[in-house]
């Protein structure tokens, strides 16, 4: 099956601590995304990659840092920089040629 | 400056209460307008694409519209398991997306 998988789908981590959170695709898609979701508020940009080897910041970017070594894949890292990490984080992905992306199930990220 | 603007930010309706959700929107050389679905702790499910004012696209009990400054979501007749959170989206001639803040649906038995 093609999709977008994120992986893991809970995780926790303590104050001062990186993690990385994980995008993997198989729909052949050069653009990727990440975004930020908190209650009440619309999704937010954090990073996004047209192509290997490339990536820009998007709205919210500090304390956030990507990679994007393979088309397939789109980690991020949530570095100790970021002061309120907790939150829903969301990975998308699209073609260059059509307009619409399509989105993970989500990685949710909590601060202990 | 790019944004969206979806209202109400919540509705109730009894199963079989037809009604619309709003999403207003300003943007540079609108590439697409998206609808979304999403479900408590899910990712986003991708609806429809509206490209163009006059564009309607239906999909079982929805129906989407679009003008030049707003679109809209049409429920007909909902269902229970309609009752999600629609988002609504924007691509102008960035690579951008431009999201709004969501209207939860409950639909009540």
Redesign the interface.
Known sequence: DGG?T?SPKYLFRKEGQNVTLSCEQNLNHD?M?W?RQDP????R?IY?S?IVNDF?K?DIAEGYSVSREKKESFPLTVTSAQKNPTA?Y?C?SSHLGT????????T?LTVV | EDQVTQSPEALRLQEGESSSLNCSYTVSGLRGLFWYRQDPGKGPEFLFTLYSAGEEKEKERLKATLTKKESFLHITAPKPEDSATYLCAVRGTGNQFYFGTGTSLTVIP
């Open positions: 977008i994120q653009a995304y975004y009440g508020q619309g999704l940009l996004y047209q820009q998007g829903f969301l998308a307009v619409e992306a399509f989105f993970g199930q989500g949710r």
